[in-house]
């Protein structure tokens, strides 16, 4: 089955830019959307935006000017980018395949998580 | 934004129990309605969605309700493995949103 794993630097200073990179096994990452969730430490969860297979793109509006989302099809890889970061974006960083069925969708499966601290 | 609010935001329970968890949409979301379940240092796990659709490999115990603006996730009798945060998500529009979760604690 489709299984995510997420992958990036663990420390980033403020004002720098942030990227991760989500790998996709077990299937391909075609004709399906995938999602980019946060999680604060302690806090509840934030979806910060998807990309569809064909590059379209939708993010949170509260992200919408620092965030970019990219995926690159002959690696099976979907990227993260938020730049200018501050203390406030330490999170845990998932990924995730958002499923689409008529009018409903939902996220399954997340990939495990990486911790992202900003910090100098 | 499509706000969800989760009630109660913690419960104690004992094993056995019968265990219900509110999610109240702040506009209508007709069956959008999805619920995780997250343990302490892991992704969330998909247990129902569309408001009511159980995810396959997903305990029968587990059963979600409602539409529009209110829904409930309902375990039948709680079992050790489901100690745990349960969070409810929102699919309708976007910015999609979740609930502040619930967690649900041993008496």
């Known amino acids: 089955q489709v299984q995510l794993q997420e992958s990036g630097p663990g420390l980033v200073k403020p004002s720098e830019t942030l990227s991760l990179t989500c790998t996709v096994s077990?299937?391909?990452?075609?004709?399906?959307?995938w999602s980019w969730i946060r999680q604060p430490p302690g806090k509840g969860l934030e979806w910060i935006g998807y990309i569809y297979y064909n590059g379209s793109t939708n993010y949170n509006p509260s992200l919408k000017s620092r965030v970019s989302i990219s995926l690159d099809t002959s690696k099976n890889q979907i990227s993260l980018r938020l730049r200018s970061v501050t203390a406030a974006d330490t999170a845990v960083y998932y990924c995730a395949r958002r499923v689409v069925r008529g009018v409903n969708n939902w996220f399954d499966p997340w990939g495990q998580g990486t911790l992202v601290t900003v910090s100098s | 934004d499509i706000q969800m609010t989760q009630s109660p935001s913690s419960l104690s329970a004992s094993v056995g129990d019968r265990v219900t968890i509110a999610c109240r949409a702040s506009q209508s979301i007709r069956s959008s309605l999805n619920w995780f379940q997250q343990k302490p240092g892991k992704a969330p796990k998909l247990l129902i969605y569309?408001?009511?659709s159980l995810q396959s490999g997903v305990p029968s115990r587990f059963s979600g309700s409602g539409s529009g603006t209110d829904f409930t996730l309902t375990i039948s009798s709680l079992q050790p493995e489901d100690f745990a945060t349960y969070y409810c998500?929102?699919?309708?529009?976007?910015?999609?949103?979740f609930g502040q979760g619930t967690k649900v604690e041993i008496k």
């Open positions: 998500q929102q699919g309708y529009s976007t910015p999609c949103t």
């Open positions: 569309a408001a009511s």
């Open positions: 077990g299937g391909s990452i075609s004709r399906n959307y």
